[in-house]
């Protein structure tokens, strides 16, 4: 017995029941259902395989570098289970208006918008105790339901893994630009970079890189290196499969805070080691979306 | 508008289409499938809400607790898009038995046995691209097709978050005895630890306890004290849900590498401040789920 087998049999049980009255099928796993029309030229994913590394934080930081270009970006949390970006820039009391039946993002700066499903849940304790089509449906709502207007760019913050979250949004996102990997050096995080590495591959969108986080720390006492994670893991990893490695950032407890505390890390401009690796990484990261 | 209701709306429309020739409706979201019906006493779930804080080194620790314990365990990672346990046990290459038609598990040791979505691949770079139905099969079939043989003891090792994969185990495994939460000190796991302790109770299970990991470190070199995720977070959240506070493991850089080199921590027996800590969380846990 070959378990794949019999997974694919249950599945397509579960899809094949669409007689003539069958509501929309464009729900079906096995159909690729059409993109859906918004104005955005880009969309990027940020993507990691195992959770816990930072993605949010990359995410949170390439929003804000690319608004700092001038960019009119969308910055949209597909974490349903687990929203943080919210949280991280004090905006989780926030309750979106519903104007003409759609949902206006949070407008964080003139050109600065973000949607999260914390916007929509009644208190930030509710969980999110959804099976896949749910999620699909939300995913779905969160691009054309949202008056994001026109967008030069949509950065998508993506649950860990490779299951309904980042296929609905490879499968329904127009003009995707690719998606940034997000790791720590530990073998068990690189070894899900190469996942979610194959899985963009799989989707034919091109890997614009790997980012090494929480990568080596300083003791803020005595300034020795506290071996923690490693170090290099990401980098060997952008190596091996021939994707371009964009920069690591250190593990920082003034980092860490920042999150706690609703303020981007990219925002306090203090000219700290772990400021400039994390403006590096973000310059090298629009230089090549924008190239 | 109220994106809630449209979502229930879509999930209706692709379920409620059941003919009299529709195959087997067990899949169905809205329907409570029957429980499997397995050999073991006790089926304890360890969850999180958020990634990366160290869910799958507990469930590897308690799981040889127990065996320490003269028990019958099994191990079962349900993390399917990122499988880490074969990796920090060492096991990443075997590949498990069929007899029969029922796949045997990997045995630890004489009394703990482990299955694993990593173990069916066919490299560990493969990525696993499954929506929720197909892992809903995947998971029926690692508890009702594995010869885990009478077990005193099923650990069920979950992904973060509470989607189709906690949903699934939870509906499905008999003789659920409760589940343990995982967290960080950090405000933002805190978040989701507590969405974790609501969706346990939502289905009418006992929570044996929260854990919180990576709690305080101390500098290797100096022995200062490092503020990287703060402490206490996880304490507090068991006195604000009047749940039971297992105990606090420190961050330490040997921790992590034995997840890397594929040791369990608690075997290596050194008496070190870390090693009495996750020594006395898990006998907590073991107290809690065998009084």
Chains 1, 2 share one sequence.
């Not at 007689?19 to 990027?44: C, F, Q, T, W, Y």
């Not at 008056?147 to 979250?165: A, F, H, I, Q, S």
């Not at 290099?232 to 499969?241: L, M, P, S, T, V």
């Amino acid at each position: 017995m070959t378990p794949q087998r019999s997974q694919v049999h249950e599945t397509r049980a579960e899809t094949q029941n669409n007689g003539p009255s069958a509501p929309s099928p464009r729900l079906e796993p096995r159909g690729l259902p059409p993109r859906v029309e918004i104005d955005v030229k880009h969309v990027i994913l940020v993507l990691s395989g195992k959770g816990g590394v930072g993605k949010s934080t990359v995410s949170v930081n390439l929003a804000f570098a690319l608004a700092n270009h001038g960019r009119n970006v969308g910055l949209l949390d597909l974490d349903i289970h687990g929203p943080s970006i919210p949280k991280m820039l004090g905006l989780e009391d926030q309750r979106p208006a519903v104007l003409d039946k759609a949902i206006e993002p949070i407008h964080v700066t003139g050109n600065l918008s973000v949607m999260s499903m914390a916007f929509l849940l009644p208190d930030s304790t509710s969980p999110v105790i959804w099976r896949g089509p749910m999620k699909m449906g939300a995913i779905r709502q969160f691009l054309t339901d949202v008056n994001w207007g026109p967008l030069d760019y949509l950065v998508v913050d993506l649950p860990p893994g490779t299951g309904d979250e980042a296929l609905t949004i490879a499968q329904l996102a127009p003009n995707l630009r690719g998606a940034v990997i997000v790791t720590t050096p530990q073998e068990v995080a690189v070894l899900d970079a190469i996942k979610a590495i194959r899985f963009v591959e799989k989707q034919e969108m091109p890997v614009l890189g790997i980012v090494e986080n929480m990568s080596g720390m300083a003791c803020p006492h005595c300034g020795e290196t506290v071996d923690l994670f490693g170090k290099g893991g990401g980098e060997r990893a952008a190596q091996d499969f021939d994707v371009p490695f964009l920069g690591s950032i250190p593990l920082d407890p003034e980092m860490m805070r920042a999150g706690d505390e609703g303020r981007p890390y990219i925002l306090r401009h203090a000219d700290t080691l772990t400021w400039r690796a994390i403006a590096e990484v973000m310059e090298n990261l629009v230089a090549r979306v924008e190239s």
